[in-house]
């Protein structure tokens, strides 16, 4: 590597570097980080280099970002229809107020520029030792080993100290965010708290053939609805399969006949909203998806969501394929091609990753951790189901010891939650969750909800598991016990 690349500050990749200008210009809380350790040449791109220099000045003497008030105004003579590069800068700025609109995971942006500066810090440290070294050898010693104790000293920028109790404004801010970033669309266990979370990872527990595939797209929707991004990792469903649910979640459509379609709704008592029996609707669905008009509607019905469609990303990777440290490479390619980092990653499902066959268990274990792990590492929200095992299979009420192949998932997992459903209650479209963990809140309860997979929806109506159904669906079972009986004797 010639020297002069080895001294001068690292180049921020493009998008990256839209990012921490975007940060810089607009960003209040972490804009003055960046404006004391980026540098205007780090920025290939003229156009960026323009506006960071402008809003590095303005930083010094303001002690805040331009903000959306003055940030055109750092390029103004730029803006000039007469210009001939006003195109570009338009395009700049535009593209970061979109940025600031959308939200971007400023955590994993401020951890990659950290990364990037020290690498460069001792990539440089490292050359003057090893010129000192070739100049005076054994005489350099001690200056080498200064060398290396300033680099040491210089780690402040990436040391994290913790935080303390006066940090107790942050705490509120964090449940805060946490309480309303996420949500599953299942009413019980949002006002639980029962939610994603960046960091964490959400396990979903069930048995094949319940629904697993569409609690993670009923999750991967609301998160995209909320304007979030979503990158959905299929191992066992094709990509296409995967959008078309995508699409009837969505628009609450199903795939062949619009036809009138029976759905279930819960009845609830006035006070306490407890269950009070359930009802029938007919619905009359707006188009199915193999109707020559599908295309046309779901374009209109697309023009709503505006920038929002794309920020879902499907990837199918092949059963026995991708772990953990693949899915890390994917993570980094996707932001460099595509500058795309999600807010939410779901693998479905989570049994079918790459592992050592020769001690699958223990290696899927450590698989989850590394999970885990990334998450905590890039900020982000993991969310991935997996089988239950022959006894979870016919049991009444799915328990986080039903969890197939290894058990220390459920010990990993920031939240588990469990699906269980008799056969009369799938025949009724019902089914029941269970919080059986729940690191950061409330746990141990359950949700009753109904369900139509014909039109998409995992949940259509939910409610607060109580005595009250658990003494309808037992009255439900000895009449059904009943009617069997006597068609047995005639």
């Known amino acids: 590597m010639p020297e002069s690349s080895l001294l001068e500050s690292p180049k921020l990749p493009l998008a990256l570097s839209e990012n921490v200008l975007t940060l810089l210009c607009l960003n209040k809380e972490h804009g003055r980080l960046v404006s004391q350790v980026v540098q205007p040449n780090q920025f290939e ?9 402008r809003a590095i000045e303005y930083w010094k003497k303001h002690k805040a970002p331009p903000g959306k008030a003055h940030i055109a105004d750092l390029v103004e ?70 060398i290396y104790a300033d680099i040491l000293k210089s780690r402040e920028f990436l040391f994290e100290p913790g935080i303390k109790l006066r940090d107790y404004g942050r705490a509120l801010k964090y449940l805060e965010t946490r309480k309303e970033e996420f949500v599953t669309g299942i009413p019980p266990l949002d006002r639980g708290g029962v939610v994603p979370a960046r960091g964490t990872v959400m396990l979903f527990l069930a048995p094949s053939g319940f629904g697993k595939t569409w609690f993670t797209i009923n999750v991967g929707r609301r998160t995209l609805q909320d304007n979030k991004r979503v990158l959905h990792v299929t191992l066992e469903l094709d990509e296409m399969p995967t959008l078309v649910r995508y699409l009837q979640s969505l628009f609450a459509v ?79 390619t996707l932001e460099a091609t595509e500058r795309f980092i999600p807010d939410l990653v779901i693998i479905d499902y989570f049994g079918v990753v790459k592992t050592d066959m020769r001690d699958h268990r223990l290696s899927l274990g450590r698989e989850f951790e590394e999970f885990r792990a990334l998450m905590g590492e890039r900020y982000m929200a993991g969310l991935t189901p997996q089988q239950v095992n022959r006894q979870g299979m016919g049991a009444r009420s799915v328990r986080v010891t039903h969890a197939a192949e290894d058990i220390s998932l459920i010990s990993t997992a920031d939240i588990a939650i469990t699906m269980s459903a008799t056969p009369q209650e799938r025949e009724k479209r019902l ?21 139509n997979y014909d039109i998409g929806q995992f949940c259509v109506d939910a409610i607060k598991l109580d005595a009250e159904y658990w003494s309808w669906l037992q009255a439900q079972e000895e009449d059904n016990d009943a009617r069997t009986d006597v068609a047995a004797e005639d």
């Open 45 to 53: 791109n003229q156009v960026h280099t323009t506006f960071a220099t």
């Open 77 to 146: 003579e730029f803006l000039d229809r007469e210009n001939p590069r006003n195109v570009s800068y338009r395009a700049c700025l535009n593209g970061m107020l979109a940025l600031e609109h959308a939200g971007m995971n400023v955590e994993y942006v401020i951890d990659q520029m950290k990364t990037m500066q020290r690498e460069a810090q001792l990539r440089r440290e490292t050359y003057k030792a090893a010129e000192l070294l070739e100049a005076k050898r054994h005489l350099a010693i001690g200056e080498v080993e200064q």
């Open 431 to 451: 089914a029941r969750l269970h919080v059986s963990k729940n690191r950061d809140g409330r746990d141990q309860f359950g949700a009753l909800l109904t369900q």
């Open 254 to 332: 199903p795939r062949d006949s619009a036809e009138n379609i029976v759905s279930m709704k819960i009845n609830k008592t006035e006070v306490g909203e407890h269950f009070a029996g359930l009802r029938r609707r007919k619905i009359k669905p707006a188009f199915a998806l193999t109707e020559p008009r599908a295309a046309r509607k779901i374009g209109i019905k697309m023009d709503w969501y505006g920038r929002r469609i794309g920020n879902l990303i499907i990837k199918q990777f092949p059963m026995r394929r991708l772990d953990m440290a693949g899915l890390a490479a994917y993570l980094d």
